[in-house]
């Protein structure tokens, strides 16, 4: 497997790079190319809901925690966490991406009634180097319970880097829970059925934006920019781990206390990797 493995990083380097403006990506992939709506057609389906239900469970949240979404995107934790009426009281969920767009939809979402009205959300842009640049990650040492990074650190340049910071940002024995795509993951699978879900309901009711839109449309438009993830990939743009590769990375960082498991569709089709800050 070693040898293989050498091979394919060969074989990624051999071939040449393709030029992506990944900013503008990554606004459209989230926002959609027309600005109605990306990311949620994944994140409003039940492979994407297991996914964010197995994080927020290995996050272990107390009443009156302080989380950290690095990467949040269209603010799939909050939303998730602010429409359960289970969740703990007072918690506060800061969500830090470099799309500032994004933000904006983030914070619209969780403008919008819920059950748990405790939790309390701020958003803030920062370079979280995924084109170029120095890490910045605007906020305080050991200022967090909790750091969650969902689906993020495959697409940025050093990814040590980012578990470097979000150890820096852990109070100590801080939860740090971090998911990335299998590598050769079949994201049309995925698509496939989250589209399916979505036709056999009322998609508009967790996804008021699509109304007078046409699903098939925008579901289209947002499978060609998932597809861009896999070219990326297979590039050697994006790196998708295996559990135990993901798991050596936070070893180096410093966590400990490291398990792993696999889910997002049947058969799961990502890995969700849980660590703490020593004491």
């Not at 009281?89 to 933000?103: C, F, R, T």
């Not at 990335?180 to 979505?198: H, I, P, Q, T």
Request: glycine share 6%; charged share 25%; net charge negative.
């Amino acid at each position: 497997m070693d040898e293989i493995a050498r091979r394919r990083a060969w074989e990624r380097n051999r071939r040449p790079k393709l030029e992506t403006d990944l900013r503008k990506f990554w606004k459209d992939y989230l926002l959609g190319r027309d600005g109605s709506i990306g990311f949620e057609l994944m994140t409003a389906c039940d492979p994407y809901g297991a996914l964010m239900t197995n994080q927020i469970e290995r996050l272990q949240l107390s009443a009156g925690d302080r989380v950290l979404d690095l990467g949040c995107g269209t603010g799939a934790l909050a939303n998730t966490v602010l429409h359960s009426s289970d969740a703990p009281d007072h918690v506060s969920i800061v969500g830090v991406d470099h799309v500032a767009e994004a933000l904006v939809r983030a914070r619209l979402r969780a403008g919008w009634p819920s059950p748990q009205r405790k939790t309390s959300t701020a958003w803030a842009a920062a370079d979280l180097d995924i084109v170029e640049g120095r890490l910045n990650v605007p906020l305080a040492s050991a200022s967090f319970d909790s750091v969650l990074a969902s689906l993020f650190l495959s697409y940025i340049e050093r990814p040590l880097a980012v578990l470097s910071e979000a150890y820096r940002l852990l109070r100590p024995g801080g939860r740090f829970v971090v998911s990335s795509l299998l590598k050769d993951a079949d994201f049309s699978r995925l698509y496939s059925e989250s589209l399916a879900e979505l036709r056999a309901t009322d998609a508009t009711v967790q996804l008021p934006e699509l109304r007078g839109l046409s699903l098939d449309s925008v579901a289209r438009n947002f499978l060609n920019d998932a597809a861009k993830i896999l070219d990326l990939e297979a590039t050697g743009a994006f790196i998708f781990w295996e559990p135990q590769e993901l798991s050596d990375l936070l070893l180096q960082a410093g966590f400990t206390d490291i398990s792993h498991s696999i889910t997002f569709g049947y058969p799961g089709q990502a890995v969700v990797v849980s660590a703490s800050k020593p004491s």
